[in-house]
């Protein structure tokens, strides 16, 4: 889907306008004029956005009869049960932009959108399960509460409930690893491991750097984005390194080391090729991914074509039983 640039004249005074109500920290609703490229925007961030949630109900889902007790098992079980209801709350947003969920759907199901790139690595023990609520609950947590400012409302206002529930995600997920990390010499082995495999791909999920990033520019204009790529990710380095030492596992970077002037935890360079490549499709289990996603889908046919006819003979009902 293309976006229609803004007209060369006819909309000079209605951007300026939309300009001045960013500037002046509006919020833009669904019925405001708005520059077709910033809806267009608005649809690409937030259907990779919704997609992200949906498919990654799957490397977590997979954990859900393997989970060592009851405890554990409730408590991904809410956490999966989350993470659909985010999605589907996310494509409601998509939806006052002019684009039906079924659309985003079908995109996804072929193959042609994006998602974030953290979900395509396999989940190979119970503590990825810690590490995932941890760590990408954890950025997804300091992403999304920039997102609570942003300038489209139902898009901030998704993501004020949205946080609140990533805080459960997170804590449950970080009290996992320091269980763990308390335990037996293997239980603490097992979390570091984890640690080892998860934490670079959780950086890449702030995206690009800034220089590298083609939408930022346009987002941070319109205030979409209020803090870059690379402050967001910095911001999560910060707070996350403390965390690991603060239970006895190290994060996997040599080159890191922590700046007393800034406070800053500089790390080392960001495997971009790595980015790239899972990205664009090459990645452990992006096939995996897509083809449990197909499958779910095909095999969740009769359940929408149930609620469609449930749905229908109500209508039909209302209509006789509202007859003039
Ligand atoms: N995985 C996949 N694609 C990524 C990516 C990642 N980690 N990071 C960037 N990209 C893509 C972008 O989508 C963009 O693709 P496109 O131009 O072809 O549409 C391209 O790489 C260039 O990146 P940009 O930085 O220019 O793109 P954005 O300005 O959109 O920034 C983003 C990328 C930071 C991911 C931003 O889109 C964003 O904040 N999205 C909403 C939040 C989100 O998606 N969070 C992650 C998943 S949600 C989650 O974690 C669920 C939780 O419950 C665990």
Not at 53 to 75: D, F, H, Q, S
Not at 113 to 123: G, L, Q, R, V, W
Request: hydrophobic share 40%; charged share 25%; glycine share 8%.
């Amino acid at each position: 889907m293309e976006a229609k640039s803004v007209g060369p004249h006819a909309d000079d005074a209605l951007l300026a306008d939309f300009e001045a109500r960013i500037a002046d920290g509006e919020t833009i609703e669904p019925k405001d004029w708005m520059p077709e490229r910033y809806r267009w925007q608005l649809v690409r961030m937030m259907s990779q956005h919704a997609h992200s949630e949906v498919v990654g109900m799957l490397p977590e889902g997979n954990w859900i009869t393997r989970a060592p007790n009851l405890r554990r098992k409730v408590g991904l079980l809410a956490k999966v049960q989350d993470e659909a209801g985010h999605g589907l709350y996310i494509y409601c947003g998509t939806e006052t932009l002019g684009v039906s969920r079924e659309a985003l759907l079908d995109q996804l199901l072929a193959g042609k959108a994006k998602y974030s790139s953290i979900f395509n690595y396999p989940t190979l023990a119970w503590s990825d399960i810690g590490a995932i609520g941890w760590l990408v609950d954890g950025a997804a947590i300091v992403n999304q509460t920039m997102l609570a400012k942003a300038s489209y409302g139902p898009y901030a206002r998704a993501m004020v409930r949205i946080c609140k529930e990533e805080n459960f995600h997170k804590k449950q997920g970080y009290e996992i690893m320091c269980i763990l990390a308390e335990g037996t010499p293997e239980q603490k082995a097992m979390a570091q491991d984890s640690l080892d495999r998860w934490w670079w791909p959780s950086l890449m999920m702030f995206g690009p750097s800034d220089k590298d990033s083609p939408n930022s520019a346009e987002l941070t204009r319109w205030g979409v984005k209020r803090k870059s790529n690379d402050e967001l990710r910095q911001r999560f380095v910060n707070i996350t390194v403390a965390q690991a030492h603060a239970i006895g596992l190290e994060i996997p970077d040599p080159d890191l080391r922590h700046d007393p002037e800034s406070g800053d935890w500089i790390f080392g360079e960001i495997d971009w090729d790595e980015f790239y490549r899972v990205i664009g499709g090459d990645g452990p289990c992006n096939r995996e991914r897509l083809a449990a996603r197909r499958a779910a889908h095909d095999e969740g046919a009769w359940v929408r074509a149930a609620a469609e006819a449930y749905a229908e003979k109500q209508a039909a009902r209302y209509r006789s039983e509202n007859a003039a």
